[in-house]
């Protein structure tokens, strides 16, 4: 009678519980960069490959490659405040 019952087996060792989960992590910053740089290339041509819009890091016809994360400097560089919107400027004045 020393036997326990199997309604209370103790559960298999997990290992170690706090073991970073590389390869999901990767994945994300993969699909990241991937998504940034969809987009961005995805601006430039809606915006036609203005030279407004920085020095390319590689050009290939009529084509231009721009850095993964190079729309985010564009939509911040190039905002312009709603003044006719809301009545009141949203930048502070120059």
């Known amino acids: 009678m020393s036997r326990q019952p199997s309604v209370y ?6 290992g170690f519980v706090g ?16 998504v940034n740089a969809i987009a961005t290339q995805f601006v430039a041509y809606r915006l036609e490959y203005q030279p ?5 890091i590689l050009h ?14 564009w939509l911040l560089g190039m905002a312009v405040p709603r003044t006719h919107e809301y009545g009141f400027h949203c930048s502070p004045e120059p």
Do not use: E
């Open 52 to 56: 407004g819009l920085g020095t390319p």
């Open 19 to 34: 073991r970073y989960n590389w390869p999901a992590m990767l994945v994300g910053i993969v699909l990241l960069i991937a």
């Open 9 to 14: 087996r103790t559960p298999p060792d997990p």
């Open 60 to 73: 290939y016809q009529r084509h231009f490659i721009y850095q993964p994360f190079a729309w985010t400097s």
